[in-house]
């Protein structure tokens, strides 16, 4: 299994709602990341988790929380978002040898993604 | 800090020509150079790399990048545009020790039947 799947594929919720957005990959990847793509723009890094912990947050306002709860599973808590947090939401991962930062050899591997509308 | 340049917002090739994509970068020390590929409303998948060896990478889909140091490019190539071939590229670097992967801005190409 060579990939990372992504659910819901689409998302409209309400700026009181609380959701989440799921992540899962079987490739044995020790690293997952969380990213946030407006339309045709790249994507810009929320959230890195590496064996399980929280290495990496850019600073991501607090209605976003993420959650890893295992090696395969990565979670995304929504929370009171606003208009402008609709996006595409894509989750990855890639194979870590565990040395601090990561591989840089090792190339992500992107789901589908989510996307996101906030009304 | 490390960064890319997309100098192309769009490239437009007829089918059958041969496309360059083109990508600067800087960063200090050893670069680590990808190209991904993203159709529309869709994920982004990888199409090769550059890590060190020789300077000229094959990938995915007969896509190529070659690598020029003097340079600071890792321009993509295809010899034979196909109209599926039309997409958004990314180009992006990463760093050793960090987990952060900065992208170009991406440029839209477009294969002309």
């Known amino acids: 299994d060579t990939e990372v799947t992504q659910t819901p594929k689409h998302l409209v919720m309400g700026m009181t709602n609380k959701k989440s957005l799921k992540c899962e990959q079987h490739m044995g990847h020790r690293a997952m990341y969380w990213y946030k793509q407006k339309a045709k723009k790249p994507p810009e890094l929320m959230f890195v988790y590496s064996y399980e912990k929280l290495s990496i947050n850019e600073s991501v306002p607090s209605r976003f929380s993420p959650e890893c709860p295992n090696s395969s599973l990565l979670n995304l808590h929504l929370h009171a978002l606003q208009p402008e947090d609709s996006a595409l939401y894509l989750c990855?991962?890639?194979?870590?040898?565990?040395?601090?930062?990561?591989?840089?050899?090792?190339?992500?591997?992107f789901g589908p993604g989510t996307r996101l509308t906030v009304l | 800090a490390q960064s890319v340049a997309q100098p192309e917002d769009q490239v437009n090739v007829a089918e059958g020509n041969p496309l360059t994509v083109k990508c600067t970068y800087s960063?200090?020390?050893?670069?680590?150079l990808f190209w991904y590929v993203q159709y529309p409303n869709r994920g982004l998948q990888f199409l090769l790399k550059y890590i060190t060896g020789d300077n000229l990478v094959k990938g995915s889909y007969g896509f190529e990048a070659e690598f020029n140091k003097s340079q600071t490019s890792f321009h993509l190539k295809k010899p034979s545009a196909l109209v599926s071939d039309s997409a958004l590229y990314f180009c992006?670097?990463?760093?050793?020790?960090?987990?952060?992967?900065?992208f170009g801005k991406g440029t839209k190409l477009s294969v002309i039947p």
């Open positions: 990855a991962s890639s194979q870590e040898g565990g040395t601090s930062g990561g591989d840089p050899r090792n190339e992500q591997f």
């Open positions: 960063v200090s020390g050893n670069p680590y």
């Open positions: 992006a670097v990463r760093k050793a020790g960090s987990y952060q992967l900065t």
